[in-house]
């Protein structure tokens, strides 16, 4: 009879082990699972990519009474930007611009009347056969004199802070922009 029972013992010492171990390494198995799946990046909306464009044209905007970018605003469609400066507005068509072709210079606003402070101007070229933009002068009749087969934003050059990557970042953010609203993207020519 002894024997039974250490048996019986033994079979129940047997069975709690293994419940123990299976309580035990279930949540480790559940734990690796969960650290195997990566959340893929968070993308950025149209309205997010505007509200920093927005926010970035204003705080970095020239001072000078000709070039300050006064009022940015998007179409719900988020296809047009407007931007509005002392003496009209331009309408950006952002679902004509080719992200491959965005430069940036730096220009001197200066003219024989003034002098002013350096611009840091970014330029993006249309799409064959596409405006790029339209601009109105301050009575909202058509500037012919400015050409519409690219855009051009503008910005102080002695606001943006040495070392930011403003530049990398801003334009990144005009790319993804000009994408989702319908322009032609970025393409890595040199893969």
């Known amino acids: 009879m002894i024997q039974v029972e250490r048996?019986?013992?033994s079979r129940l010492a047997t069975v709690?082990?293994?419940a123990v171990l299976a309580i035990a390494v279930y949540?480790?198995?559940a734990q690796t699972s969960?650290?195997?799946k990566k959340t893929?990046?968070?993308e950025p909306t149209s309205a997010e990519l505007f509200e920093y464009i927005h926010g970035t044209m204003l705080a970095y905007s020239a001072e000078d009474g000709a070039n300050d970018n006064l009022e940015i605003s998007i179409d719900p469609t988020a296809t047009i930007l407007t931007v509005k400066q002392p003496d009209g507005h331009c309408d950006i068509f952002l679902d004509a611009l080719d992200?491959?072709?965005?430069?940036?210079d730096v220009y001197d606003a200066s003219d024989s009347m003034q002098t002013r402070a350096p611009l840091a101007r970014l330029t993006v070229d249309a799409i064959a056969g596409k405006k790029a933009r339209t601009c109105y002068?301050?009575?909202n009749n058509l500037d012919p004199s400015i050409p519409s087969t690219r855009a051009r934003i503008l910005f102080s050059w002695d606001m943006i802070p040495d070392g930011s990557g403003f530049q990398a970042k801003f334009t990144k953010a005009v790319k993804k922009l000009i994408k989702l609203s319908g322009g032609m993207p970025e393409k890595n020519i040199f893969r």
């Open 16 to 18: 709690v082990c293994a």
């Open 27 to 29: 949540p480790c198995a």
């Open 7 to 9: 048996r019986a013992g």
């Open 40 to 42: 893929p990046p968070h």
């Open 137 to 139: 002068d301050t009575d």
């Open 34 to 36: 969960t650290h195997k």
């Open 99 to 104: 992200a491959n072709t965005i430069v940036w």
